[in-house]
């Protein structure tokens, strides 16, 4: 077991394009987290899944954002249309449990820059 | 919502002792707590979930108070690799395993 990976690690891109992440949890885990970081700033919930189910969604979250988690394996994360205030790491983290409080194992982050 | 944490930053000498908290302005069901060192990932310290139940690394210790909405991060005997920036996730109650976190504390430890 590798950990959390995230792929792409960095993305350049030129506003109003389309942008596509993805989380590999680690795999027995059923919860999957997206969060956004800007520097020196806590990690900023988007989103998160219990199996491939999409629980809660970030109310700071326009219609832009988009997650799945289908199958309940890996995640994407889609921004339509960027705004240079999506500048920022996109940290994923998942988790083990339906009903219990475990830690979250996060993965090393895309970081994407609007240009 | 966002949990404020104090001091926002703070500077130790090596065997030194800190303590950071965390405070809410909304019931809470469980406080975790991550520490980040520049350019990585948060990396897990600790949970405290309503009831008492504790889970982390056996050389940190913190506490929760349910009451004051607050949790506490103690931080003994401070080594070198101690730095970085710490923060606190809470989940509100009565329990929803989303996560808000904290504006974050960075610690400096110096030889």
């Known amino acids: 077991d590798t950990g959390v990976s995230q792929d792409p690690r960095h993305k350049i891109t030129k506003r109003g394009q389309n942008v596509t992440f993805r989380c590999d949890p680690i795999s027995e885990h059923n919860r999957l987290y997206w969060y956004r970081q800007t520097l020196g700033q806590g990690p900023e919930f988007l989103t998160y899944f219990q199996n491939e189910a999409q629980l809660e969604k970030s109310r700071l979250l326009s219609d832009r954002f988009s997650a799945e988690r289908p199958k309940g394996s890996f995640s994407t994360l889609e921004i339509q249309r960027t705004e240079q205030g999506d500048s920022a790491m996109y940290l994923c983290?998942?988790?083990?449990?339906?009903?219990?409080?475990?830690?979250?194992?996060f993965g090393p982050g895309t970081r994407l820059t609007v240009t | 919502q966002q949990p404020v944490q104090s001091p926002q930053a703070v500077i130790l000498r090596e065997g030194e002792d800190a303590v950071i908290n965390c405070s809410s302005s909304?019931?809470?069901?469980?406080v975790h707590w991550y520490r980040q060192k520049h350019g990585e990932a948060p990396v897990f310290l600790m949970i405290?979930?309503?009831?008492?139940e504790q889970k982390g690394h056996e050389k940190i210790s913190a506490s929760f108070n349910e009451k004051k909405q607050q949790s506490s991060l103690y931080l003994t005997a401070s080594q070198l690799s101690y730095s970085g920036t710490y923060f606190c996730g809470t989940e509100n109650w009565p329990g929803t395993y989303k996560y808000i976190f904290g504006t974050g504390t960075r610690l400096k430890v110096l030889a």
């Open positions: 983290a998942s988790s083990l449990g339906e009903r219990n409080h475990y830690e979250q194992y």
């Open positions: 909304k019931a809470l069901y469980s």
């Open positions: 405290l979930l309503k009831g008492g």
